[in-house]
């Protein structure tokens, strides 16, 4: 039998899609967890929580003892309505994090800026979250090519200021997968190598609640373009329209809908509660072992 901590779910299409051993996304061969680290004064469940340095950096170990494979750091708010962040501002938030975390765990800096993506992987993070899928900056997919970096190409459409209003889609699922796989593309033509690109469905990014549930139904399919497939869900608003608004429903809820996602093919999933996610996750993965068992 299989290594619970190495095991993929059963019948998952992302087999072909997890990245060699040494690889910028290795973390993905199994199942991973990418704990949020917000430090920004806005974000839209834990704006300001940790905009300072000490906070951040106890946050982050804490998030890593309780069992985050990849500490994601961003220092612009990306909720719905959200004014954008000069790249010295966020520049300024980010960095004393980073430097004060390197080596804690893998890091990902959240940005849509090439700036401020250079700077912190010569700080320390080895992968790039870049929310627009690297469409806001043409010289993202540069940057993170020279620097031998990974990148989380996510789907959306507009700015937090117009995504809402973009929401509309034929058939979501089609659409997203089909700009996904043209983001991949244009990674590969600007010398990023298959292992280091992952894609997120930008779950409650210009999407409707029936959207985001749709796309969580459809995690494999969205797999079948071979790369690790990344999903966050963290307390969005969909989880609160269908339990409520409390924070523990909403964190309860990002459990069931993050293990799915993982069940479907997801390789990674993106939570601010990682404790509990990381205690499902076992439970889940040693279920698993048995089945293939």
Avoid at 12 to 26: D, E, F, I, V, W
Avoid at 43 to 54: C, I, M, N, T, Y
Avoid at 76 to 95: C, D, F, H, I, N
Avoid at 123 to 139: E, H, L, Q, Y
């Amino acid at each position: 039998m299989r290594a619970v901590e190495t095991l993929t779910p059963p019948r998952t299409a992302a087999r072909r899609g997890s990245a060699r051993p040494g690889a910028p996304l290795a973390v993905f061969r199994r199942p991973a967890i990418l704990g949020i680290l917000n430090v920004t004064p806005d974000s839209f469940s834990d704006g300001g929580r940790f905009l300072e340095v000490a906070s951040a950096v106890a946050h982050a170990r804490a998030m890593v003892a309780e069992g985050a494979d990849v500490i994601d750091v961003g220092g612009e708010s990306t909720r719905p309505g959200a004014a954008p962040v000069a790249a010295a501002q966020e520049l300024s938030r980010v960095l004393p994090v980073i430097e004060r975390i390197r080596g804690l765990a893998p890091i990902s800096i959240d940005t849509t800026k090439a700036s401020v993506a250079a700077a912190a992987l010569r700080a320390g993070a080895t992968i790039v979250n870049d929310v627009s899928g690297a469409m806001v900056d043409p010289a993202m997919l540069r940057v993170v090519a020279e620097h031998g970096a990974g990148i989380i190409l996510m789907h959306r459409r507009g700015t937090p200021r117009t995504m809402d209003r973009s929401a509309r889609y034929r058939d979501v699922t089609a659409e997203v997968k089909r700009f996904l796989g043209l983001r991949i593309a244009a990674a590969l033509a600007a010398g990023i190598s298959r292992g280091a690109i992952a894609i997120d469905p930008g779950i409650g990014f210009a999407k409707t609640s029936r959207h985001n549930l749709t796309l969580l139904a459809h995690v494999s399919e969205l797999a079948t373009l071979g790369v690790p497939v990344v999903v966050g869900v963290s307390r969005k608003r969909f989880l609160g329209g269908l339990l409520g608004p409390s924070a523990r429903a909403r964190a309860e809820g990002t459990v069931a809908a993050s293990l799915l996602a993982v069940a479907g093919g997801a390789r990674g999933v993106r939570v601010h509660d990682v404790a509990p996610m990381a205690r499902a996750l076992r439970v889940a993965q040693a279920i698993w072992a048995a089945e293939d068992g």
